[in-house]
Every structure is written in structure tokens, then in C-alpha cells.
């Protein structure tokens, strides 16, 4: 191969970026809404509503309306937040992970990923904060001198949990930020252009007069790479920190020390999923086939594949050690995970999670939309029972039998999650409408017109 | 062409990517160091090209990441293992495993935000005024356009020369940049300023209110936005309620029963009262043992030694303090040879505990009746000992007995090791009369007041 | 603007010619001359060859890990596409296909051990088998026993050394043909690969490494063990591409930019190393359950607890903030001291790992004394016990693995015909 430049005809270069900027400002600026997104709203809603009222009823009654027990102290609302935390990686890993090892076709997903991301960390953290029973003095937690003259604890892993959630959102809400402005003032001068004044001072204030000097791309792109240098460790951490809740205690079937590697691949692995189960009807809905290509959705779908084994890896490795370590009490705990009272838990769990994605080892799957869907939402409730076959089964059959018990959700557990589902699809859906919902700059950046023109006398190496 | 002040710069247009590089390349040989590069999206070696010097940011990064490792640490060190220790778990106050994840999320917190302010610090945005925003040329930089802008005040600018260099390096369009004749145009609206000082105040308030609270005092009750565990469905004592006619919450004893356990029948046992009189002996429920000696003892020790003493001279830590204060009182001596306390019958010094006398206040509350038996009983061990003779002694433990008074009496007895247990001394010490004690253990002090 | 590919410098020497086996003849000469060395040190030691075989255990685990770190470079790299290392991929396989002869090499702990040796392996040693002091190893004598022990081995040495054979074979074959399709193979072939290749890293690192405390377990180790793998692989190929391009070969093709991304790659397994053995550590810490302190409690106590503190400062902490800098990746000389720094560290590692079970209790129980085998009693008398014999049985191993190198360094040093190369000659970083 020769170092030939590409060579485009006079325009034809602008034209592809006009093209990709109309195609994602579309989204926004079509007059009308979808009807499609219209219904989804609403149902979003009416699960936001659900879940709302659930909060009520817990606040004004207590934690007891939940069907949490003295012996299953941590059920829905943990299993619930181990599992938000976790869809959240993906946008973290897919934005930054995918950043720094140069895969460009995480361009065209990045964006959404990340709102995912901050939205799933929201639902993620109401759990724990209801769970306190008394949520308006979550500030507790957070140092600060007080009448009483006392600190924290920073030695428990639920005070590691604290920092590592809230360093997490800040995170992401940043590095979603500083992504979306240049696509922002895109958004600005589109508005300016057609008239609409209110709308270009709001998108003006919010690009902060962003207007893509090379000398300001230049400290962008360097504090680009290094944020996401700075979320690949935090994303490492936080989902490590979460592992740690259980593996610092003594609990048979929690205290294992490939617990934090196993999560995060957890965590990427339904990220993963949720990310296709949210872009594959969106894409279908706003003509974005040609920007989420279907390459893009096979690499996801490998990926899928790729940590759907690890995971498989870490409960094979887990069985092994369990009996390698001649520990009764853990031998028990995994023998009554896929024998006990909550065999059909643990089935589901290694059926959607380790099972049904061997079917992404044809590519015939890999191409085929709908069944990728469904396949997608087998992983998600494949991952949510994987947090709950660790958190029930494990508290149910504990030390002594005397205390041994099970687990019976409430209605108001199947309300709130229902109501974080909710909450997560309204902020979502109304993202794709009024945000720029793919990062336009960086999809032109990747595109091969971005190399066009120009001989390349004086280029070095 | 907009407006009519000043020249600002000249703006130039490119078709691709590749020919800004170019251009910016020839600007930067032609020796302009006043000009920028607009695009789309970061151009891939245009930085070269320009001569864009690379940034200092990632060394403030680091900076950021170390004060917040430092910071994470020195609050958890200070907070957990120097200003509030607290054991947890048996783990050391300064837990340095447990302590490195929140060391290590401050750590990326702070290089975080020093990343993300920095970056738009160094960039000296936001600035949402800019000249080049009055083209309208300009405002497609952010979709397609590839624009090279040379500002007026570079020493090299010249109108005309300028423009032919741009235009030369392929340029598909060249435009002038005036200012706007307004200068009013380029400060910041009043109306911003207003909104920003006002939300500012605003965002204040509620530090201002906690801030005010912290050092101030009211006798009002505090608001209780959440109500919590302040307000229970009970009721306390002496309260108040509608549920009985007597409008009370208390529901007195009914005339003419006794709770059960509490009949207390035995007039002995319960108070001291035997055929009508003090009894003079103990209540046959009880076996006069050393155990129930001891038991009298930590009784004692507890209930009236603050004022009768340890020896029961009556000259306690309450005295003493009053004594400190420049008064003069002491309790009862209860050991006083031919006082009250030792003539009094065994049930009449039962029911001095248990009722009280002149200013002490009864201990039936207090003590059960066993451990008031068990008092008495000490008291009179007391009395005994504090009264006692060398023949009280019993031979085979008279051995035993370190006894240099009895030798030496001359010597300023006790002076090393004898325990100062009754520093009953404003009376000068005399030479000690020989007292050995022998079950109470205390020190020979002879002098009785 | 800078070039998007590059085709191969026309100048280029990519020809092995006598690389190879130079440095074949190199690394028998040093394997003999200090195996030689090892064996009359070990048996001066007068522990019936005790430290020598520890030492050989360490040494062994070093090359083989570095074989395994390779490996998945390669693998990763057809698995996703990758592009920046077409251009040291051959080296990378040359240095994986080292592997048939790596495993030979163990066989100088394995076949001893399937012959009766017993002080190597507690679980060996006759007195495991003691009901009263070791009721919690009864039940996987079985597993650990020398003649399953030793299957297992073959199975590891076999699906090792097959997994780096296709994997250099397919790439040798297409600089032959140039057929893209082989690349497109390869790239299928590296996803169940990969799977094997897990499996097996995991299974060995139980085996060969955690086992030597039979008593303790660990979730977490064959990960670990395969973060400290990758550091060194990624080192020990930074130095050998080095070496190569001193002899004048492939001086044109490979620069700054991918030392830059070994850089990277040595910085990224550095943190996760650490990351890894912290977890490790803190669960086993704040669990504080006898059966696993125990491990640590010979770790942290007594003389090795500064071993242990030369392993946090030294192969995570002091590497760690200089290789945060792009420059220090990208300046050869300072690449290379943190290359070779880390490689010491890493064999540092492995020998924390091994080297604290070398002392064995013997305890009486009633008349009889039994061997109660490794971490047990006092913490102050297990000492660190440096031997020479440590450092010159690791270096005869090395040479090993330099001779199975070498063996592989023949034709060309780079994939001529891989469609991506032209990609990596021209490969930059941001």
C-alpha cells in the first residue's frame, strides 16, 4: 500500500459531515415527536408513577413493607442496586475503555452509553438511600462536623460504597459533559440559523461559546484521553467496591476473593446488554442504521460473548475453590445455591448468563436484530438473578440453621423496581429527544473524510 | 460584511480537513502566531502544524490526583484514628488496607475535576463572546465547516497581503471580521451579572440559616421537618390525657389490692420490726456469713462511704469537698464507741437505710432488703474493727500481724505503711494507740471526735 | 498530516539469519553453565535439595509466565483486530513458541516429583496424609497427588504449546501465501482459544503455585498470577525487540510509538497486578479468617514482611507513577530500565509467593514426630533464607527460554504479508 492521500472531489467531504450532523440533529429537531417514542413515554411514566407511590408507601410505613426479614436483611433493594451500578459500566467502559484501546466504532454508541450510565447510577442509588429507612439523613454519611462530634466509619466497605458512587456520578456526569459540548454548539448554531432564539441561548449557555479552535481541541482531546484514563481505574473501582460489601464479610458464598474482577465482568457483561436493548428499537425508530452500523452491533454482541464466559469462568472457578478448600460451610453455601430453595434462581441465572449467549458464536445471531433483543433481555434478567442468587441464597441459608429462611418480594419491592425502570426509560427517552443523542464530532472525527485532502508533503514519519 | 468598527481579523474557509493542515502550515512558516483553526472536530496533525505547544494540563492533573491521595488519607487518619478513634471489628484505628478505596477515589475525584475545570480553565472558556460569532460563516464551524482565522493585532496582519496568503493556500472563501461598533456589545449583559450575584446570594441562604444556628440559642422547639422518632404514640409519666375522667395519663394502684411480689409481709425481713419493737438480731431468711460481710462491704462502699467514709467516721469525699469549700459538716459517725449508731438495734439501723434521717435520704429504692441486712451487718463489722483491741485478734493470726506501733510506739507510727484510708486529720496525729484491723483491713487511726 | 499506512522501509532487514541461533547457542551455553552451578550450590545447601527445587519452581513459573503473557498478546491481538503490534507480533510469537521447550524444562521439577521427591510439595510428602493434623487436605489428596499432578501438566504443556504453534505457524504461513484469509482464521480461531487459554492459565497457577501452601485458596490467584505474567511478557518483549533492533533488523518498522504501546500495556498490567493482589489481600485481611490469614501471616510478620513491602513499592508504586508519563514510555533508555526493573520485580513475586513455605514445621504428636509441612509456628523463624542458588537456577531457566527464543527466530522478523501491518508501520499515539 502506497501513501497516497484520499482523495475527495471538491465539497464532497463537507458534504458527509453535513450529512452526519443533519442525520443526529434530526432526532431533536423533527417537529413532531415519534408516536413509538410518544407510547414509550408514557409507559415509562406510569412505571415512574408506580414506583413513586412504592416510595411513599415506604417512607410513611417503613422498611417492613418491604419483604426483607432479620435473616434476609439485604434482598430486592441491594440486588436492585448491584445491578443498576452494573448496566452503568457499559457507558463508562464503552466510552472510555473502547477510547483508550482505539476501537473508533464505539463512536457511534458512546454517547447514549453514557447517559445510560448517569441514568442507571441514579436508579442504582436509590436503593441504598431508601434502604437507610430514613433517606432525608443520607448526609450523614458524608464527613462533616456535627453536634455530636463524630465521623463516619471509613473502615466499612458501605462508606467505600459512598465515595465510590458519588466519585463514579460526578464522573460521568463530567466526561458526558465535556463530550456533548462541542455537540451542543452544534446544536447552537443550528438554532441561531433557523431563528429560534430561546433555544440558542439555552444550547448557548450550555456549550460555554465552544467554538472549535484547534488550540482548544487540543487541551479537549488531551483532557479527553486522560478522564478516560482516570474512568477506566474508577470503573475498575467502583464495581470492586460493590463486590466488596459482600466479600469483606465472612458470609459462605460472599467472601471470596474473585469477587471484584467477577463483578466488573459482570457488570460489563449486562451493561453490554441494556446498551442494545435500548439502542436497537431507538436506532430502528430515528433512521440511525447508517451511524449504528450493524458492525457495531456484532462487536457488542462479541463482547457479550466474551464476558458472558468470564463470568462463566468466575462461578466454575468459585465451585472449584469451594470444594478445593475443604471449607464445609463453603461447600454448602454453593451446593444449596444450584440445589437449595432457590435452585430456580440460580438456573435462570446460569442458563441467560452463561447459556443462551453461546448462541452470539454464530454470526448469523450476531446479524439478526430482533433476536439479539431478546437475547439481550435474557441477560439482563440473567445478571439481576446473579446478584440475587449471591444475596438471598447466601443470606437464607447462613451459619445457623435455626435462622435459616426465605425470601418473599413484596408488592412494594416489585413497585420500586418497577419504578426505577420507569425512571431510567422517562430520563432516557427524553435524552434521545432533546440532547444531541450521538456524539457528532467524534463520528466525523472517525469518518474516513476526516482524512481527506490535502498532499501530504511535509508529514513526518 | 457585518458592522463598521474595527477590523478584528480575516477568516478563511477550506474544503477538507487536509488543506486546513496545509494552510495552517503555511500561515505558521509566513511567521503569524495570532491565528486559530476552527473545526468540526479535532483535526488529526494540525497541532504540528500550528505549532500548538503541548499543554500542562496532565502535570496540573497530576497535582490534583496527589492532593486528593493526600486529602483522602489525612481525612481518614484524622477523622477515624486521631480526632474519634473507634474500634471496629477488632481492626486498628488507622486501618490502612481498609482505608485505600476511598484514598484511591478522592485520588481520581480530584484528578477529575482538576481535568475537566482545568481544561475549560485553560481554555479561558466559557466565553460566549467571540468576534468570529458575527459571521455567519462562522456559525457552521461547528458542522462542516474548516475555517483559519488571523486576528488584526498579529504584527505580520496586512489587510490585503493577508488575505492573498489564505487565499493562496487554497482557501474557497475569505471574509473580513469587524467588531461590532457597539462596545457594549462585548461586556457581559446587566441582567447576566444580576442573575448570577442573585443565585449566588440565593444558594447561600442555607448556609447562612445552619450558620446562624450554630451560634445562636432558642428557647423555641426546633422545627421537625421530619417528625422521626420525636413524637411516639405513648404517653410519659404525669402526662396528661383525655382517654380518663381524672384527665391523667398515670393510672394509680386500685384501692385495696397488692401488686403481686409485693406484699412484703414480713415485718422483720422488710422492715426491721420485731414483736412491735427494732429488732435487735437479723432476719432468720438470712445466713450471717463472711460472703454476706463482703457483700455489706461493696454495698457500703458504694452507698455510704461518699459520706460516712470507709471506716464509717463519717468524713467522706462529701465532707471533705465541703471542708475543701471553707464549711464544716460531717455525716453520722457510725462507729463511734458508745454512740448512737452503735447502740441503735440492728432493725432501727435497717430502717435509717431504708427510710433515711434528718437530711439522708432513704435507700429503699435503691438497695434491695437483703443488701440493706448485708449493710447493717458490715456496719457492725465496722464498728467492731474500728473499736477493737489487740486481744480481738485471734492468736493464730496475731503472727502475722506487721505491729511496729507495739514495739516502737515512739515512732511516728504508720508514717510509711500504714494506709491512709480516714485522713480524718485536722486533728494532729497522736502516737498511734495500738489498733490492729483485722476483717476491714483499714488503718489505725485512734482518734475519735 | 500524517500518514494513515506505511508500507515496509525498503531497506529493511527483516531477515532472522543468524539471530536465532546465536541466540539459541547463547541461551544453552548460559543454561548449562549455571544449571551446573545450581546443582553443585544445591547440593552444598544439605536440605536433600530443597532450596534447589524451590528455586527451580520459581525460576520455571518466571519463563512460563512470560510465555503466557506473550501468548495473549498475540491472541488478543487477532481476537480484536489489532493493529499497533502487527509489526512485534512475530517476535511475540517466537518468544510464545517457546513454550514446548519451557515445558521440558519443568519436567526437572515434575519427573522428580512423580518419583517419590517429597519436599517440595507438602502434598507430596507422606505425612499429608496424617488424619489428625491435615483432615482439611484428606479430601483432595487425590487432585494433589503427583501422578495427577503430572497429567495435568502434560495437559497444560500440550494445550500451551499447541495454542502458540497454530498461532506462529498460521502467521509464518501467510507470509508465504499472503492470503488475508489466514488473519481471518486466526481471528476465529483466537476466541475459543482464548477460553483454553484461561481455563489452563488458571488451573496451572492453582497447581503449580497455589498449591505449595496446599492448605490455602484463593478465588483470585490465577488472575493474579496473570496480571504478574503479563507485566513481565510485556517487558521481556520490549527488551527483545530492543535486542533485535541492535543486530540493525527491523530498525525502520518498529518505533518510538510501539515501545510507546508496550509501555502502556506493562503500565496497564502494573495496575492491575496491584489491583489484583490488593484484593487479594484486603479480603483475606478483613475476612480475617485463620485459614486464609495464614498465608499473609508469613507474609507480613517477621523478616518477609519487607520483602513484601520491596513488592508494593517496588513492582507497583515506584513503576506505577513514573510509567504514568508518556515519556518515559516513548525514551528507550528509560523504557528499558523500567523493563528491566519490573522483570526483577516479577521474579520477585513469584519468589514472595513460593519462597515463604520453604521452612516446614516438624511436630510430636505423642511419640511420633510429624511434618506439619510449610507456614506454621513462629513468624520470626521463617527467614527469607537468600541463597545464591536462587538467583542461578533463575538465570539458567532464562537461558532456556532464551534458547527456545531463538529457536524461533527464523525468516522473517515481521509479518510481511499481514494486511494490518501496513497500519502499525504507521501506527501513532495520540
Known sequence: MATEPVIYEPGKAREAFRAVTRDVAWVAEAPKPHKAWLGALGVSMLMLAIGVYSIFVLLTTGIGVWGNSNTVGWAWDITNFVWWIGIGHAGTLISAVLYLTRQSWRVSINRAAEAMTIFAVMCAGLFPLLHTGRPWFAWWMLPHPNDMDMWPQFRSPLMWDVFAVSTYMTTSILFWYMGLVPDLATFRDRCAARGEKLKAIIYGALSLGWRGSARNWHRYERAYLILAGLATPLVFSVHSVVSFDFATSQLPGWHTTIFPPYFVAGAIFSGFAMVLTLLLPLRHLFNLKHIIKEEHIEAMCKILLATGMMVGLAYATEFFIAWYSGNLYEKFAFVNRAFGPFWWAYFAMVSCNVLIPQAFWFKMVRRNVVLIFILCIFVNIGMWFERFVIIATSLARSFLPATWSYFTPTIYDIGLFIGTLGLFGTLFLLFFRYVPVIAMSEVKGAMPEAHAGGPSKGGHH | MLGDGALYGVLAEYDTPGELIEAARKVRDAGYTEFDCFSPFPVHGIDEAMGIKRTILPLLIFGGGFAGLLGGILLQWWTNAYNWPWNIAGKPEWSIPANVPIAFETTILLSVLTAFFGMWMLNKLPQVWHPFFRLERFGRVTDDAFLLGIEARDRRFDSVATTQLLKDAGAIAVENCHLDPDPASRTMPGWITAFIVSSTAFALIPFAIAAKARNSHSSEPHIHVFPDMDFQPKYKADAASDLFPDGRANRGQLAETVARGSLNADDTFYRGIEGGKWTEGFPKQLEISEQLVRRGQIRYNIYCAPCHGYDGRGSGPVPQRVAAGGGAWDARNLVQAGGPVVKMPNGQLFNTISNGYNTMMGYAHQIPPADRWAIVLYTRALQRSQNAAVDDVPQEELGRMPMPQMQTPAAPAGAGSAAPAAPTGSAPAAPATPAPAPAAGSAAQPENK | ?430
Not at chain 3, 523493563?339 to 519462597?355: G, I, K, P
Open chain 3, 1 to 430: 498530516m500524517s500518514a494513515l499506512v506505511k508500507p515496509l522501509h525498503p531497506d529493511e532487514k527483516i531477515k532472522a539469519g543468524k539471530l536465532g541461533s546465536s541466540l539459541t547457542k547463547a541461551g544453552v551455553g548460559i543454561a548449562v553453565i549455571f544449571m551446573i552451578i545450581s546443582i553443585v550450590l544445591g547440593s552444598m545447601q544439605g536440605d536433600n535439595w530443597k532450596r534447589f527445587f524451590y528455586s527451580y519452581v520459581i525460576g520455571w513459573s518466571y519463563i512460563f509466565s512470560i510465555c503466557v503473557g506473550v501468548l495473549f498478546l498475540v491472541m488478543l491481538h487477532h481476537l480484536v483486530r489489532g493493529r499497533w503490534a502487527t509489526a512485534v507480533r512475530r517476535i511475540a510469537e517466537a518468544m510464545s513458541s517457546a513454550f514446548p521447550l519451557v515445558f521440558i524444562a519443568g519436567l526437572g521439577f515434575v519427573i522428580p516429583l512423580v518419583l517419590g521427591y517429597k519436599d517440595l510439595y507438602y502434598w507430596a510428602h507422606p505425612d499429608a496424609h496424617d488424619p489428625v493434623l491435615n483432615h482439611h487436605l484428606h479430601h483432595k489428596l487425590t487432585w494433589l497427588s503427583p501422578g495427577f499432578f503430572a497429567v495435568r501438566y502434560v495437559i497444560y504443556g500440550v494445550a500451551f504449546s499447541g495454542l502458540a504453534i497454530y498461532f506462529t505457524k498460521k502467521s509464518r504461513e501467510q507470509d508465504e501465501t499472503g492470503d488475508p484469509k489466514l488473519s481471518e482464521q486466526m481471528r476465529i480461531a483466537s476466541a475459543p482459544a482464548m477460553i483454553l487459554y484461561s481455563l489452563v492459565v488458571f488451573m496451572a497457577a492453582f497447581d503449580i503455585l497455589m498449591s505449595m501452601a496446599p492448605k490455602w485458596y484463593s478465588t483470585i490467584y490465577g488472575v493474579n498470577f496473570w496480571g504478574s505474567a503479563c507485566v513481565g511478557a510485556f517487558a521481556a518483549l520490549a527488551l527483545i525487540v530492543l535486542g533485535i533492533q541492535r543486530t540493525g533488523r527491523l530498525t525502520h518498522s518498529i518505533n518510538a510509538e510501539h515501545y510507546h504501546d508496550i509501555g502502556k500495556w506493562m503500565f496497564a498490567f502494573t495496575f492491575f497486578w496491584a489491583y489484583t493482589a490488593f484484593s487479594q489481600f484486603m479480603l483475606q485481611w478483613y475476612g480475617n479468617m485463620p485459614e486464609e490469614t495464614v498465608w499473609y501471616k508469613y507474609r507480613l510478620f517477621g523478616e518477609w514482611q519487607w520483602v513484601s513491602i520491596a513488592m508494593l513499592v517496588g513492582f507497583w508504586a515506584f513503576p506505577f507513577v513514573f510509567l504514568l508519563s508518556r515519556w518515559t514510555k516513548r525514551i528507550v533508555p528509560s523504557l528499558v530500565f523500567f523493563a528491566v526493573w519490573q522483570l526483577v520485580f516479577h521474579w520477585l513475586d513469584l519468589y514472595w509467593n513460593v519462597m515463604p513455605q520453604y521452612d516446614w514445621q516438624v511436630v510430636t504428636n505423642g511419640t511420633a514426630s510429624v511434618n506439619a509441612g510449610p507456614l506454621m509456628g513462629n513468624t520470626a523463624l521463617h527467614h527469607v533464607g537468600f541463597s545464591p542458588v536462587d538467583i542461578t537456577v533463575w538465570i539458567a531457566l532464562v537461558g532456556v527460554l532464551l534458547a527456545g527464543i531463538g529457536r524461533n527466530l527464523k525468516g522473517n522478523l515481521i509479518p510481511v504479508k499481514d494486511p494490518t501491518l501496513p497500519l502499525s508501520l504507521a501506527h501513532e499515539n495520540l
